[in-house]
C-alpha cells in the first residue's frame, strides 16, 4: 500500500477524505449504561474500544462504505488525563492501542490498490488549557507521548492532533509525539486541525494568522481546521490558510451552526450543501483534506467523496517538512507571536522595537519588584511598554540567589494572559528560557546564544528553539571572548550561519548581536566599539542573508548622564539602522527622532560613535566624549524627552472604570479610596466597575478581547470588591454574602457523562464579577443531585452545561425531571453542542 504522505504528495494531488462525526455516529446506537461497562463510565466513549468494540467497528464500517480515505480511531479524549475523570488513567496506553487496532483490522479490510484506506490516529485537547494554567506542559506533554506510544503500538498511519483550542496544547502534543517517535525509532505524518470560535479565534483567543505563525517550524504536514462551526464560518481562515499557510490544508467543518429545534441540537447542512460549500473550497483554494466534524453522517462523507472525487484542487505551494531551511511561508513573512497575535520580523519604515525594561539585571526597580515578588508591579512595568508602542517584550529575570526558573515560569505565565505582546526570553541558562517557553503559548525569541563555552551551550539554545519552534538572538562571542573588531564579530557569525543551518534553524529565524558595548568609559580600547559593531552591521547584511540583526543598544551609553544618554543611544540606534539593522532591544519612550536633536548634538554624539578625536603632537585636543558630558551637564532626562497622559490623569469615575477594562490592578486601590470619598462602596461596585465589565463583554463579544483578558479583569474586579466590602458592613447579609450587590443566585452544573467543564467554569468566574451568586456542582452531575441542590439552595435559576452532543439529552431528560419536581425557575442549557 502507498504511503499516506505519498499519496497526499502524488503528482494527481487527490482530495483526501476523513470519516464523519464518531460521537454523533455513536449515540445513534442507543447505547446505555451497561455497554459502558456501568453507569459510572456512561458517556466515556473511548471505553467502547474494549466494551463493544462491535460498535466501533460499525461506525468505522459505516464511513469506509461511504467511501472515506481516512478513518480516526476512537481516541479523541484517550490521554490519562481525560480519563483520569473515570478513574481509567492507568489505560491510557492500552485503550489507544486497541481502537488503533480496530480501526486498522477495518482499513486493511477495505483497502485495495485502487483505493488504500489509512487510519489516523485522533488525540482531542483534553479538558484542560496550558495558557490558563489548568495543566503543566510537562504532564501534557507525558500525556501526549503516552497516548502517541499506544496509537503507534496499534499502527496508526498518521496523527491527527484536533479540535484544539489552545496554542501551547498543540507545542505539548507535538513534543509529546516527537517524544514518542524518538522512543520507537519510528515516524509518522502529522496533521493539526485546530478550532475557530465563532468569534473568529481559537478560544484562547489566537487568531488564524498566529495560528499560522507559532507552527510554521513544527515539522507537520497538514494544518485545517476543525468543529465549532460549519464551512461557511470558516471561509476567511481557509483563504488565509491557502494563501499563507506552507502546509496542505484541510477543512472538516461541523454539518453548520448547531441550532436548537424543539430542545435538540440541530446540524442542518445536508449533504448536498456541505459539498457545495467545500467545492469552493478545494476548487478555488487548493484545499487538499477535507472530512466531517459534528454533525456529519455517511450520507455527508459520500457527499464529500463524490466532491473529492470530481475536482481537481487549485495548486498551492506547499512545503514539505524537509524544505524548512529553505521555503520561507507563503505570502506572511517571519513573525514572533503572542498567543493573540503576530508580530512581523520585518517591520516597514521602522525596526523591530523590543521593549527592554523588564529586565532584572538592567532594571534596579524590576530587580526590587522581583525580590518581594510584587507580579503586579512587573506586569505594570510590561504594560508601561506596551504603552510606549515595543513590538516585542525582553524578559530577563537574572538575578543572584533566587530561583531562576521558578521565576521565569511565575512571570511569563502571567505575562502571556496579561499582555499581548510577543516575549524574548532573555537569560545566560537555557534553562530558565526553558521555563518560559513552557508556558508561552506564542512563538518567542531566545535571546541568546553563542560560543563562549564552546558549542556545547551554543547548540543547546539552538534545539530549545528547534524543539518549541522559536527564533534565536546569536551574540558574537565565542571561546576567546567577546569579538571587539567587525572582523571578528563577522567571522563568529558566519560560523553560526553554517552551524544554525545545518542544525535546522533557517536564516529567517537568526537574529545576530554584533554586541553594543559601552563607549561611554573613556578606555582607550573601548573607544572603538560603536564604528566596529557598525561596520560588522554592514558585513552581516551583505554576507548573511535573509538574517536579520539586533542590538541592545542602551549598552553603549552605560555610566551617562540620563540626558546624554537619549541622545546618544537615539543617534546610534538611528545609525545602526541605517546600516541594516533591523531590530533593536531599547526603551521606546526614551528613543527622539533625529529630528529632535539638534545639529550640534548629532555631530557629537557621531564623533563619539565613529572615534573621530583629534590629537595636536600626540595630545587629545578635542575629545566627543568629554564634549558630550559638558553639553548635558545640568539637563534632565524629563527635559530631554516628553511623557503621554496615564490612568492617574482622568476622573476618578473614568479611572475606576478603566481599571476593570484594563484588567490593571496597580493603582487599583488608590483609585477605589478616592471613589470612596464622593460615593458609597455598593454605588462604586454597581455603577463604574459594573460598567467596566459591560464594556469588557461588549469587546469580547465582537472579538476585540480575548479570554485570558476578560478573566484579567473579572480578577480585577474581584479585587475591588475585596476592598470595598469591609466598607460595606451594613448591607452584608446573615450569611457574609452582599445582599444587595447579589443581582441573583444561579445553580449550575456539567450534566451526567459529561466531563467537559472548561466553559462552564468561564460562566461562573464571569457572573461571579458581574454581582451574581453561583454555585458550581461541579461535572458528570446527575439529575438527583441537581435537583437536591436546587432544593437546598433555592437558585433563581439553573444551568446546566456539557460538551458533547448526547449531553443534550441528558437536558431534555432533565427538564423532564425538574418538571416532576415542580421546579418552576428557568433554565438555561449552554455549550458547544
Ligand atoms: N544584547 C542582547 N540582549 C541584551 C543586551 C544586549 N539584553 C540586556 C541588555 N543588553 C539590553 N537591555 C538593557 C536594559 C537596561 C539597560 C540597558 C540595557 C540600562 N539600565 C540602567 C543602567 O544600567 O544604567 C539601569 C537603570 C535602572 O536601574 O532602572 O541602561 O546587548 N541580545
Not at 183 to 211: C, F, H, Y
Not at 547 to 553: A, F, K, M, P, S
Not at 619 to 640: I, M, N, R
Not at 742 to 758: E, N, P, Q, R, Y
Request: charged share 20%; hydrophobic share 40%; with cysteine.
Amino acid at each position: 500500500m502507498v504511503g499516506f504522505l505519498e499519496r497526499l504528495h502524488s503528482p494527481e494531488r487527490p482530495v483526501l477524505v476523513f470519516d464523519g462525526a464518531t460521537g454523533t455516529s455513536l449515540q445513534q446506537m442507543e447505547l446505555t449504561a451497561v455497554d459502558f461497562g456501568g453507569s459510572a463510565l456512561e458517556g466515556c466513549n473511548e471505553i467502547l474500544v474494549r466494551t463493544r468494540p462491535d460498535v466501533v467497528r460499525a461506525v468505522h464500517k459505516q464511513f469506509l462504505d461511504a467511501g472515506c480515505d481516512v478513518i480516526e480511531t476512537n481516541t479523541f479524549g484517550s490521554t490519562s488525563l481525560v480519563l483520569a475523570e473515570y478513574d481509567l488513567e492507568n489505560e491510557a496506553f492500552e485503550l489507544n492501542r486497541q481502537a488503533a487496532l480496530i480501526a486498522r483490522e477495518m482499513a486493511d479490510q477495505y483497502t485495495t490498490d485502487q483505493h488504500p484506506r489509512y487510519v489516523a490516529g485522533s488525540m482531542g485537547p483534553t479538558t484542560k488549557l496550558p495558557s490558563l494554567g489548568h495543566v503543566s506542559f510537562d504532564v501534557m506533554k507525558a500525556c501526549f507521548t503516552e497516548q502517541a506510544l499506544g496509537l503507534l503500538a496499534g499502527n496508526v498511519d498518521l496523527f491527527i492532533i484536533e479540535t484544539c483550542q489552545d496554542v501551547l496544547q498543540i507545542k505539548a502534543a507535538l513534543t509529546g509525539v516527537e517524544e514518542a517517535f524518538s522512543q520507537t525509532g519510528e515516524r509518522r505524518p502529522l496533521m493539526v486541525s485546530v478550532t475557530m470560535e465563532t468569534t473568529g479565534t481559537m478560544l484562547v483567543g489566537s487568531d488564524i494568522a498566529a495560528v499560522v505563525a507559532i507552527l510554521e517550524p513544527f515539522p507537520i504536514d497538514i494544518l485545517g481546521l476543525n468543529c465549532a462551526t460549519g464551512p461557511e464560518q470558516m471561509k476567511e481562515h481557509m483563504r488565509y490558510l491557502s494563501s499563507c499557510s506552507p502546509f496542505v490544508v484541510s477543512c472538516i467543518p461541523n454539518a453548520g451552526l448547531p441550532e436548537n429545534i424543539g430542545g435538540v441540537a440541530h446540524y442542518r447542512l445536508t449533504p448536498i450543501e456541505m459539498k457545495m460549500a467545500l467545492h469552493h473550497f478545494i476548487e478555488d483554494l487548493g484545499i487538499q483534506v477535507i472530512g466531517g466534524c459534528c454533525g456529519t453522517t455517511p450520507a455527508h462523507i459520500s457527499a464529500l467523496v463524490e466532491v473529492a472525487r470530481e475536482l481537481k484542487p487549485a495548486l498551492r505551494e506547499v512545503r514539505q517538512p524537509h524544505q524548512y531551511l529553505e521555503r520561507p511561508l507563503l505570502k506572511a513573512e517571519s513573525a514572533a507571536a503572542s498567543l493573540y497575535g503576530t508580530t512581523s520580523y520585518e517591520q516597514e519604515n521602522s525596526f523591530l522595537i523590543i521593549g527592554e525594561r523588564l529586565n532584572a539585571s538592567g532594571s534596579k526597580k524590576v530587580r526590587d519588584l522581583l525580590n518581594e515578588e510584587n507580579w503586579d508591579g512587573l506586569i505594570g512595568v510590561a504594560r508601561s511598554q506596551v504603552k510606549e508602542n515595543a513590538h516585542i517584550l525582553d524578559v530577563n529575570v537574572d538575578y543572584v540567589g533566587r530561583n531562576g526558573e521558578a521565576d521565569m515560569h511565575e512571570l511569563v505565565s502571567r505575562l502571556v494572559t496579561n499582555v499581548n505582546l510577543p516575549l524574548m526570553l532573555d537569560s545566560t541558562e537555557w534553562q530558565k528560557m526553558e521555563a518560559g517557553l513552557k508556558v508561552a503559548g506564542g512563538k518567542c525569541l531566545l535571546n541568546s546564544t553563542n560560543y563562549e563555552d564552546g558549542n556545547e551551550r551554543f547548540f543547546k539554545v539552538l534545539e530549545l528553539a528547534r524543539t518549541y519552534g522559536a527564533g534565536v538572538v546569536i551574540g558574537t562571542i565565542d571561546e576567546e571572548g567577546m569579538a571587539r573588531s567587525a572582523e571578528r564579530k563577522f567571522a563568529i557569525a558566519q560560523r553560526a550561519y553554517r552551524d544554525a543551518l545545518e542544525f535546522g534553524i533557517p536564516a529567517r529565524e537568526i537574529f545576530y548581536d554584533p554586541l553594543a558595548l559601552p563607549i561611554s568609559t573613556g578606555i582607550e580600547e573601548d573607544r572603538r566599539n560603536g564604528c566596529e559593531t557598525i561596520a560588522a552591521i554592514k558585513r552581516i547584511r551583505d554576507d548573511l542573508p535573509g538574517t536579520h540583526v539586533v542590538l541592545g543598544v542602551s549598552n553603549i551609553s552605560f555610566g551617562l548622564s540620563a540626558a546624554s544618554r537619549i541622545v546618544l543611544n537615539s543617534i546610534f540606534l538611528h545609525d545602526c539602522c541605517s546600516a541594516g539593522m533591523d531590530a533593536a532591544i531599547v526603551s521606546p519612550a526614551k528613543i527622539l527622532p533625529l529630528s529632535k536633536i539638534s545639529e550640534e548634538h548629532q555631530q557629537v554624539c557621531r564623533d563619539l560613535i565613529n572615534d573621530k578625536r583629534r590629537f595636536e603632537n600626540g595630545l587629545c585636543v578635542y575629545d566627543p566624549l568629554t564634549t558630550l558630558t559638558s553639553l548635558f551637564e545640568g539637563v534632565s532626562a524629563k527635559e530631554a524627552r516628553a511623557s503621554g497622559p496615564s490612568l492617574a490623569d482622568l476622573p476618578v469615575e473614568e479611572r475606576l472604570k478603566q481599571h476593570i477594562i484594563d484588567g490593571e490592578r496597580i493603582g487599583l486601590e488608590q483609585a477605589l479610596a478616592d471613589g470612596l470619598q464622593n460615593y458609597k462602596p455598593l454605588e462604586i461596585v454597581n455603577t463604574f466597575l459594573l460598567d467596566g465589565m459591560k464594556v469588557v463583554g461588549e469587546l469580547f463579544g465582537s472579538g476585540q478581547m480575548q479570554l485570558p483578558f476578560v478573566l484579567q479583569s473579572a480578577e480585577t474586579m474581584k479585587s475591588a470588591v475585596a476592598f470595598l466590602e469591609p466598607h460595606m458592613e451594613k448591607v452584608i447579609g446573615a450569611d457574609g454574602k452582599l445582599e444587595s450587590s447579589a443581582k441573583a443566585k444561579l445553580l449550575i452544573a456539567t450534566v451526567k457523562g459529561d466531563v467537559h467543564d472548561i466553559g462552564k467554569n468561564l460562566v461562573d468566574i464571569i457572573l461571579t464579577n458581574n454581582g451574581y451568586e453561583v454555585i458550581n456542582l461541579g461535572i458528570k452531575q446527575s439529575v438527583e443531585s441537581i435537583i437536591e441542590a436546587q432544593k437546598m439552595h433555592g437558585a433563581d435559576c439553573i444551568a446546566m452545561s456539557g460538551l458533547l452532543v448526547k449531553s443534550t439529552a441528558f437536558m431534555k431528560d432533565n427538564l423532564d425531571a425538574f418538571n416532576q419536581a415542580d421546579i418552576d425557575v428557568p433554565v438555561i442549557l449552554g455549550g458547544a453542542a
